[in-house]
Every structure is written in structure tokens, then in C-alpha cells.
């Protein structure tokens, strides 16, 4: 995968000075993405979505980000200055976030959200953009894209938000995508249909995709890798498909703390923290 | 016969305009003194439009609604909101940041008038697994599992008959939530409240329920056994699509 290699983390650290000291929200994560789906599993607080993140420039201050490496396509991404850093985002890589309501522009037509967005990376006509827009709007499979287009956020639901997020977020094609939590606001059967627009881009247009998620069942049924994460550590990597065999406790403990439909038990067994796992 | 909660043909119409949305359409069910049922569907399904309607924060189209056989009026009384308590979803949203958590505990004591509050205040914080150090915190200072312990003590704290839950741990992690739905099983064995759940997962709501509605675009599609969601049968599509769709991400 050495030629294929779109992104390149070393020993990531993002800290954040408070009046209590120093929270290490992320430390020393390591990992490469080539053209592929890579799960980021963990709880809130995890540091999985620090570190999507850290690798778009998005920590705000007084948060500190260092790594003794951070390249895409080749290019560093550390000490990169903010005009730099416009240039990345959006064209190259873009993000998608968990909370639509949080994310869109409350005054503005959502339908022209994504028309801006795809004009700010493309010479086209309004027309055009427009029609890219319905494009983009139906690819995420919205029912009616011409008369969502011209809606406001507060009148779609939050799978419908979420959709729209998506949508504004691929219209400029970047090469890395970096999803949190995209689908966790959808319901089960959109969740799929999103899955499989995300998927589609990968396998056809060769995107990476961050995929940043507390859903193991998701994760591992949809990526390739995982990472799971604890404490701002990555304490397990594997393929997806063997998350069910993982090897950290922290990562069982997890897996066995689901209700399960098809092996139900009468006590769910909840995650007990050892101090170790932090070191 | 034994049920508690009777739905008996229930509509509900949101009105906006010129626009008519049916949000409940013509739903009917029956729930059992100390069951636990649970309603399964989509965002809009209007699974928690029939929780609203049953506690009153949403008028029904027509007389439906039926507590131990005896219809509900039009608005609840004090009984009646005595007798029925709500879990929901965001603990984020649904305690008042400016109080403590003891004031939030007190409150429905004092509205009804009861004894001893300072005993009981204490007993539904241990209840929930909470600590005394916690009584006097506000929720910011809280972790969100502690906050939903906190909700559903406070749900609980006038000993209803019918606990309302919608979406309690869809916004907690896993690990969060067994604690909490452990929590709700053993309350239940405690109380012996009769539930009804709502909730997007259906591990969640196989967990605590005997029976579960499947609802789709306001419509009631069927009610199926937990043991047959388990062994997969079901009769509609759509609730097969469901329980392809609880397993993963599929191509």
C-alpha cells in the first residue's frame, strides 16, 4: 500500500491547557490510510474525534497539536499556516460532523449551503452549481431534492440534515473524507443507504474515509480497519471483520456490553476500567 | 382483563398551516400490568408522538387512550400525571441546568404534596446508583449517564404506576448503557412500573421488552414477540428490513 499511502500520522498528540493542567485529550497515535474505509471506535472522550480533528487543522485554541509526522498526498500537514490550511479543506480533505443542527447555516436555504460550497472550489455557473447541488441532494437519496433544496434547517429532520451535511461535504470531491459518527443520528435503514454512498466513493473514486464511530457493529461490518481507542490512546488495531476476536480487555469488555437481539442475557456486563490502560 | 394502558384507535394530526400531518395514524395496542412494551420505528414514525399522548403534551384526535379500562379525559389531572412519569431521550436537555439535583428530585414531591421528602430524596439517589455526594451538584457537573440516572430518578420518585421511556440511552455509550438498562431491569423488579420503551435499536428494546410495536410513517405495521424479532419471524417487509439492517452495514 506504500504508493497508495493518502495520509501518514505519527505520534499525535493534542493537548489542551486548562485551569486544572494539562488534558492530554489525544497521545501518540499512529496510524496510515491508504484508499480505504478506517474505523475510529471508542467512547466520548475517547479522543477519536480530536484526532479526525488534529488532521484538519480544527483544533481551536488553546488546544496544542504536535506529531513527529502528518502528511497527505506527501504534503506535511504540521505547521501548515491557515491560508494553507483553506486550501486543504474541502477540495482535499473534508469533514463530516455528528450534529447537523450544530453544523448548517440556520438562515440560509440548505440547497444553497451546498451550491456555495461546490462554488467555492469550482468556476461554474450559478446554474450549474445549482443543478451539481440536485445532484448531490439525490445521491444521498433526499426523496424530493428540488423542493428540499430550497428549505431552511429547521425544517428537515435530523436524517435529513445529516444527508444534507453529506452531501455539502462531497460536493467538492475531496480525497479523504473524515466522518463522526455520520450515521448516528439516522434511522437504521437510511443509516445503510449513507453507508453505501460513503462506500461507493471509496470503491469508485478511490477516497480514504475516516470513519469515526462508537457503533462496533457498524464499524465493523462497513470498514476495513479499526482502531479502537481509550483515553487518548489507540489500545487495539485490527481488520474489521476480527473485531469480534479482539484482543485488549478495554475492546471485549466493549463488544460484550451490547445488547445483542440474537443472544440475550438477563445482566448486560458493563465495563470495568483498569488504571493500566492509560499508561 | 389485565391490561393497564389501552390504545384504542389513536390519531394524532399536527395541523401547520394549510399542511395536515398524520403523525399517529390509527394505532391500536395493549399493554399488561407490569410489562415492559416497546415501540420500534424510524425518526417521524411517531413512536414518541404516542408517549406524548398518552401523558397529554399532544391531543389526540379522538378519545382513545384507556388507563385500567377507564378512558383518560382531555386533560390529565394531578392523579393522572402522579400516576404517569416520562424518561427522555437528551439528559442534556431535560434537567434544568440551574437547579441542583436535589431540587430537581424534590420537585415532584413538593407538587404532590408528600411526606418526608428529605428521606426520600436520598433513597431515589442511592436507588439509581447515584452517591449522596451527588445531591447538591448541578447537572453540568454530572457525567451523562449520571444525569440519566438522575431523570429517571426523578420519573420514579412518585412511584408511578406507568413509566414513559423514550429513547434512554440512545445518546450514552455502550458501556453507559448497560449500566443503565441494568439499572432499569432491576427498578423494575423494585417498583413493578408497567413501561413503555421507545427506541431506534432493537437489541435495546428486545432487552427490556416482552412485545414490540413496529411503527412506520405513523402506522402501526405489526406487533411481534421478542422471542420472534430473535428467531426472525416476522411477518411484514419492513420490519425484516429492520432487523437486516440492526446487524450492520450490508451491501
Known sequence: ?279 | MDELIQVDHLSVVFRNGGRMVKAVDDVSFEVQHGETFGIVGESGSGKSTILKAIVGLVKPENPSLLIDSKPLGNERTKSDRKMMQFVFQDPYGSLHPRQTIDDILREPLLIHGSQNIDDQVREALLSVGLELIHRFRYPHQLSGGQRQRVAIARALMLKPRILLLDEPTSALDVSIQAEILNLLVRLRENYGFTGILVSHDLGVVAHLCSQIAIMQHGRLVEIVTSEALRSGVVTTEYTRELLVASRGYSR
Open chain 1, 1 to 279: 500500500m506504500t504508493t497508495d499511502t493518502l495520509l501518514e500520522v505519527e505520534n499525535l498528540d493534542v493537548n489542551f491547557t486548562g485551569h486544572h493542567g494539562v488534558t492530554r485529550a489525544v497521545r501518540g497515535v499512529s496510524f496510515a490510510l491508504g484508499r480505504e474505509r478506517l474505523g475510529i471506535v471508542g467512547e466520548s472522550g475517547s479522543g477519536k474525534s480530536t484526532t479526525g480533528r488534529a488532521i484538519l487543522g480544527l483544533i481551536p485554541d488553546p488546544g496544542i497539536v504536535s506529531a513527529r509526522r502528518m502528511s497527505f498526498q506527501g504534503q506535511n500537514l504540521v505547521g501548515l499556516s491557515d491560508g494553507e490550511w483553506q486550501k486543504m479543506r474541502g477540495s482535499r480533505m473534508s469533514m463530516v460532523m455528528q450534529d447537523p443542527k450544530f453544523s448548517l447555516n440556520p438562515i440560509m436555504k440548505v440547497g444553497e449551503q451546498i451550491l456555495e460550497a461546490y462554488r467555492l472550489h469550482f468556476r461554474t455557473s450559478q446554474m450549474d452549481a445549482r443543478r451539481r447541488a440536485i445532484a448531490m441532494l439525490e445521491a444521498v437519496r433526499i426523496r424530493d431534492p428540488e423542493q428540499v433544496y430550497q428549505r431552511y434547517p429547521h425544517q428537515l429532520s435530523g436524517g435529513m440534515g445529516q444527508r444534507v451535511m453529506i452531501a455539502m461535504m462531497l460536493v467538492a470531491e475531496p480525497d479523504l473524507l473524515i466522518a463522526d459518527e455520520p450515521t448516528s443520528a439516522l434511522d437504521v435503514t437510511v443509516q445503510n443507504q449513507v453507508l453505501r454512498i460513503l462506500d461507493d466513493l471509496v470503491t469508485d473514486r478511490g477516497m480514504g474515509l475516516i470513519f469515526i464511530s462508537h457503533n462496533l457493529p457498524i464499524v465493523s461490518s462497513f470498514c476495513d480497519r479499526v482502531l479502537v481507542m481509550y483515553g487518548g490512546k489507540v489500545v487495539e488495531e485490527c481488520l474489521a471483520g476480527d473485531l469480534a476476536e479482539a484482543k485488549h480487555p478495554y475492546t471485549q469488555a466493549l463488544l460484550r456490553a451490547i445488547p445483542s437481539l440474537v443472544h440475550p442475557k438477563e445482566k448486560l456486563s458493563v465495563v470495568s476500567r483498569d488504571p493500566e490502560w492509560m499508561n
